[in-house]
T-cell receptor, first 111, second 113 residues
Framework: KQEVTQIPAALSVPEGENLVLNCSFTDSAIYNLQWFRQDPGKGLTSLLLIQSSQREQTSGRLNASLDKSSGRSTLYIAASQPGDSATYLCALMDSNYQLIWGAGTKLIIKP | KAGVTQTPRYLIKTRGQQVTLSCSPISGHRSVSWYQQTPGQGLQFLFEYFSETQRNKGNFPGRFSGRQFSNSRSEMNVSTLELGDSALYLC????????????FGPGTRLTVT
């Protein structure tokens, strides 16, 4: 059974720092992996989608990598800003065409 | 292009009642998926509809059902509500397949008392 783990559960860093969020999974048979952010009481905003054949995707200050062999993905945020404060979730599309979710990392960027 | 819309945004029901939630996908998107988010279980897949047919289903009891209309709009229904059904229900749409990038609506916050 596919399991997705996100470490750390919470992270607080000063503004301007570069940071890395981690996502690990137990089964490499995936179609893609997606990173989302969720603001309190709100829905989900898609940040980056990495297909299983890709190694990384970039959008602005965000870079996501995927290593299926080790069952890991990372989300790199450069030059963090207070507006980046949110919960970040990773989710992967498994072999049954279902999105399996991590529990999220709650990120706080201190001004 | 308008995003995914969900109605209502908030709902309060009592145990034993039933509820219907609505989701309008992005124009041109034909796949609609539903998810439940709770503090204890996190996000869990409920079901996915395509071309008015349920194409995939998660591990939820039969009290949870859904349907999709010819214009791709979808509804989900929960019958005989339980306290544990209190959650944020999220709908996502994608072009043709859930493998395509999924775009989420703001969710419906259901509280069962």
């Amino acid at each position: 059974k596919q399991e997705v783990t996100q470490i750390p559960a919470a992270l607080s860093v000063p503004e301007g720092e570069n940071l890395v969020l981690n996502c690990s999974f137990t089964d490499s048979a995936i179609y893609n992996l997606q990173w989302f952010r969720q603001d309190p009481g709100k829905g989900l905003t898609s940040l980056l989608l990495i297909q299983s054949s890709q190694r990384e995707q970039t959008s602005g200050r965000l870079n996501a990598s995927l290593d299926k062999s080790s069952g890991r993905s990372t989300l790199y945020i450069a030059a963090s800003q207070p507006g980046d404060s949110a919960t970040y979730l990773c989710a992967l599309m498994d072999s049954n065409y279902q999105l399996i979710w991590g529990a999220g990392t709650k990120l706080i960027i201190k001004p | 292009k308008a995003g995914v819309t969900q109605t209502p945004r908030y709902l309060i029901k009592t145990r034993g009642q039933q509820v219907t939630l609505s989701c309008s996908p992005i124009s041109g998107h034909r796949s609609v998926s539903w998810y439940q988010q709770t503090p204890g279980q996190g996000l869990q897949f409920l079901f996915e509809y395509f071309s008015e047919t349920q194409r995939n289903k998660g591990n939820f009891p039969g009290r949870f059902s859904g349907r999709q209309f010819s214009n791709s709009r979808s509804e989900m229904n929960v019958s005989t509500l339980e306290l544990g059904d209190s959650a944020l229900y999220l709908c996502a749409s994608s072009l043709d397949s859930p493998v395509d990038e999924q775009y989420f609506g703001p969710g419906t916050r259901l509280t069962v008392t």
